[in-house]
Each structure stands twice: as structure tokens, then as C-alpha cells.
T-cell receptor, first 111, second 114 residues
Framework: SQELEQSPQSLIVQEGKNLTINCTSS?????LYWYKQKYGEGLIFLMM?????EEKSHEKITAKLDEKKQQSSLHITASQPSHAGIYLC???????????FGQGTELSVKP | DVKVTQSSRYLVKRTGEKVFLECVQD?????MFWYRQDPGLGLRLIYF???????EKGDIPEGYSVSREKKERFSLILESASTNQTSMYLC?????????????FGPGTRLTVL
């Protein structure tokens, strides 16, 4: 079965610094989803990538899917306290609508 | 915007009680999902449904059942709550009419079983 591994598991950065979170799959990714979760709340959909080499941006967050479609990265530029939370990657398991999720990366941004 | 709502944000129940968690979505989505989220274990799929009155077991269905009598509503039932079911429960929905499987989540219900 497909597994997603996220790194790092946790991250503390100073406000204004850039950071990258990685998501690696054991199999080819047919669809890769990034979500953000504020503490104790539900998941908020950020972006979805499907094509090898694809890159999407929203405000200061950029997500990329590598050419081989087995790894994705989420990059935050000039981090702010509002970026703090847990970032999860999810992947289409190619079995009809279900997603599997990574363990999450907990981001703290120090003012 | 897609809106997924869950009946309670916080719930405290006693061991052995029957517990109902309700989820409602307003986007006419065909698919609905129930997950639980625990530290160190991530999100685990309990049950999902592709259509009214249809249900499929996820990865950890034991101790749970579901009901989907209407398209917009998906209920998770704990027949006899136990302390190891203390967790954060998340509901999600998605559409089969788009080319993606993007799931939209509710705010979650934090259930404590004493």
C-alpha cells in the first residue's frame, strides 16, 4: 500500500524566514494535496498538484511536484505567525476517491 | 464555498454510551468520509460513503458504524463508547463530478470518553 512520509515532523522558524516541508511517496502520485490544520480544528485545503513538474502558488506558499511524481515540497516565503499550524500532504490512492495522508509537519513561527 | 459542518466541537461521554456524530455538507457532494486523528498516528479513515445508503469500511471500522440516509448527511455512531475512542473526529466530503478528489473538511469534533 502507498505511504506518505513528511519531513521534518516539526519545525520552529523565526518570523520572516523561509522554510520547506517535504512529502515523499512510496509510489507514483496521481494527485497530491496539501492541507493546513490550525490547532484543534479541521483541515483547510491549500493546493492540489497532478502533473509532474507542476508548481502552484497561493500568496506566500508554493507547492511543487517533482517530475517523477513521487515527491512534493511546500515552500513558505517570509513566514508569519499566521502560517503556524500543522501541514499535511494527502495523496489519491488510485482506488476511487480515497486519500491517504502523511503524519503532518507542525510549524511554529516565532515573532 | 464548500461548507462542511459537524454537530459538536467538543463532546464528553461515558464508557458504554451510544454516541452520534453528525456531519452535514451543503455542496451536493456524493462522497463523504469519517476520520479520526490521534497524535503520532495521523488521520485514519474509519468509514466512507459514495452515495446515499452506501457505506464502505475504511482502515479502522471496528467499534463504529455509519448511516447515510440523505445525501448531505453522514453520521458516525459509536455503539458503546470506550476510552480508546477518545480522539478528534473529522468529517470530509468530495465530489465525483470533478477531475480531482479534493476533500473538504469540517471543523472536527473532539470526543472524550470517560
Amino acid at each position: 500500500s502507498q505511504e506518505l512520509e513528511q519531513s521534518p515532523q516539526s519545525l520552529i522558524v523565526q518570523e520572516g524566514k523561509n522554510l520547506t516541508i517535504n512529502c515523499t511517496s512510496s509510489k507514483t502520485l496521481y494527485g497530491l494535496y496539501w492541507y493546513k490544520q490550525k490547532y484543534g480544528e479541521g483541515l483547510i485545503f491549500l493546493m492540489m498538484l497532478q502533473k509532474g513538474g507542476e508548481e502552484k502558488s497561493h500568496e506566500k506558499i508554493t507547492a511543487k511536484l517533482d517530475e517523477k511524481k513521487q515527491q512534493s515540497s511546500l515552500h513558505i516565503t517570509a513566514s508569519q505567525p499566521s502560517h503556524a499550524g500543522i501541514y499535511l500532504c494527502g495523496a489519491d490512492d488510485n482506488q476511487g476517491g480515497k486519500l491517504i495522508f502523511g503524519q503532518g509537519t507542525e510549524l511554529s513561527v516565532k515573532p | 464555498d464548500v461548507k462542511v459542518t459537524q454537530s459538536s466541537r467538543y463532546l464528553v461521554k461515558r464508557t458504554g454510551e451510544k454516541v452520534f456524530l453528525e456531519c452535514v455538507q451543503d455542496m451536493d457532494h456524493e462522497n463523504m468520509f469519517w476520520y479520526r486523528q490521534d497524535p503520532g498516528l495521523g488521520l485514519r479513515l474509519i468509514y466512507f460513503s459514495y452515495d446515499v445508503k452506501m457505506k464502505e469500511k475504511g482502515d479502522i471500522p471496528e467499534g463504529y458504524s455509519v448511516s447515510r440516509e440523505k445525501k448531505e448527511r453522514f453520521s458516525l455512531i459509536l455503539e458503546s463508547a470506550s476510552t480508546n475512542q477518545t480522539s478528534m473526529y473529522l468529517c470530509a466530503s468530495s465530489s465525483t463530478t470533478t477531475f480531482t478528489d479534493t476533500q473538504y473538511f469540517g471543523p472536527g469534533t473532539r470526543l472524550t470518553v470517560l
